[in-house]
T-cell receptor, first 111, second 115 residues
Framework: EDQVTQSPEALRLQEGESSSLNCSYTVSGLRGLFWYRQDPGKGPEFLFTLYSAGEEKEKERLKATLTKKESFLHITAPKPEDSATYLCAVRGTGTASKLTFGTGTRLQVTL | NAGVTQTPKFRILKIGQSMTLQCAQDMNHNYMYWYRQDPGMGLKLIYYSVGAGITDKGEVPNGYNVSRSTTEDFPLRLELAAPSQTSVYFC??????????????FGEGSRLTVL
């Protein structure tokens, strides 16, 4: 069974204080690892897809990286508007249309 | 485009009542999904559909039913509501080609409380 574990559960940063969120996974044949952002009271919003170890994707202050066991979402010089819950999900070879989601990291960026 | 639209946004049900959560998308996506999100838990797949007339169970289908008579609509039916169905429900969609498999477009959610 595919599993996704995200850490930390919650993270509080000051504006400009860079950090990383972790997503550890076990999956039978990775077909993709996905990062989403979720604002309070809203649905998740897609950020990135990573397919193979060594791959990196960037968007503004966010950079996602992937190894064979985990993915990191690096946040450089965050701003208050980056505050949200960040979700990680994986798709394995044996899971057809199903994504397995982690429980998320709740990020708060303060002035 | 409105994207994925869910109604209602909030609903309180009594135990044993039934209701339908509505989901509509205007992006001509073939794939549609229903997830539930509980505090401290990851999103769990309830049902999904790969096109009109085709549906399949996800991880947690018990107590729910779906139908897909059109490409646009994918309603979720709750029969005999139980407190365990208190949750936030999300509908999502994606096209069948030309996009990342995991790039789902989510609605804003329907918050259901069963008392």
């Amino acid at each position: 069974e595919d599993q996704v574990t995200q850490s930390p559960e919650a993270l509080r940063l000051q504006e400009g204080e860079s950090s990383s969120l972790n997503c550890s996974y076990t999956v039978s044949g990775l077909r993709g690892l996905f990062w989403y952002r979720q604002d309070p009271g809203k649905g998740p919003e897609f950020l990135f897809t990573l397919y193979s170890a060594g791959e990196e994707k960037e968007k503004e202050r966010l950079k996602a990286t992937l190894t064979k066991k985990e993915s990191f979402l690096h946040i450089t010089a965050p701003k208050p508007e980056d505050s949200a819950t960040y979700l990680c999900a994986v798709r394995g070879t044996g899971t057809a249309s199903k994504l397995t989601f982690g429980t998320g990291t709740r990020l708060q960026v303060t002035l | 485009n409105a994207g994925v639209t869910q109604t209602p946004k909030f609903r309180i049900l009594k135990i044993g009542q039934s209701m339908t959560l509505q989901c509509a998308q205007d992006m001509n996506h073939n794939y549609m999904y229903w997830y539930r999100q509980d505090p401290g838990m990851g999103l769990k797949l309830i049902y999904y559909s790969v096109g009109a007339g085709i549906t399949d169970k996800g991880e947690v289908p018990n107590g729910y039913n779906v139908s897909r008579s059109t490409t646009e609509d994918f309603p979720l039916r709750l029969e005999l509501a139980a407190p365990s169905q208190t949750s936030v429900y999300f509908c999502a969609s994606r096209p069948s080609s030309g996009s990342d498999f995991g790039e789902l477009f989510f609605g804003e959610g329907s918050r259901l409380t069963v008392l």
